[in-house]
């Protein structure tokens, strides 16, 4: 197999190879005209702002419900006892996603399930859904959902029966 310069393919390639290892080697040192809008004040590594900070706390379903993207800015969902605050995921778990209906709520039956009907939802102002009904495939995917949880989203706190606070 020969390498026949005289090819119009072969030598754009060539000269492309060419042009790339010029660049490499002798790389451009002119500066910029103007220094770029975004470090004319300095540089630094602290972000514009900080996120509220978010305490670890009892949460009722009660209290738990104003927390649903609507009533409140902060999105928290409960699975099986432990709140995340989700509200990172908005478009997933805010008023008009996907998961919307999970949004202040406990979650876990719907997760345990893979259903987003509202019939999956315990009444906030009911007991806390026991989950004694759930088959071991089921508990299993819940548990996954937990795990995905824990590593995307703050866990904040834990849920509570109604009079436990």
């Known amino acids: 197999m020969t390498f026949d310069i005289g090819t119009p393919v072969n ?25 770029p809008h975004e470090f004319r004040s300095g540089y630094s590594w602290l972000p514009k702002s900080h996120t509220p900070t978010v305490l670890f706390k009892s ?6 419900m104003p927390f649903n993207g609507i009533d409140n800015e902060r999105i928290l969902l409960a699975i099986n006892g432990t709140v995340f605050d989700v509200t990172a995921g908005r478009n997933f778990y805010g008023p008009n996603g996907m998961y919307g ?21 315990t009444p906030v102002d009911q007991p806390l859904d026991k989950l004694t009904d759930l088959q071991p495939d089921e508990i299993e995917n819940m548990k996954g959902w937990i795990e995905h949880f824990s590593n995307k989203y703050i866990v904040c706190g834990k849920l509570v029966e109604n009079d436990a606070i």
Do not use: C, H
Not at 59 to 64: F, N
Not at 102 to 110: H, K, Q
């Open 11 to 35: 030598t754009a390639l060539f000269v492309f190879i060419l042009y790339s290892v010029q660049r490499i080697v002798f790389p451009s040192t002119s500066r910029p005209k103007e220094i």
């Open 59 to 64: 949460y009722t379903p009660k209290t738990l």
């Open 101 to 121: 209906n999970f949004a202040g709520r406990d979650a876990s039956r719907g997760m345990a399930k893979q259903s987003f009907d509202v019939e999956m939802l």
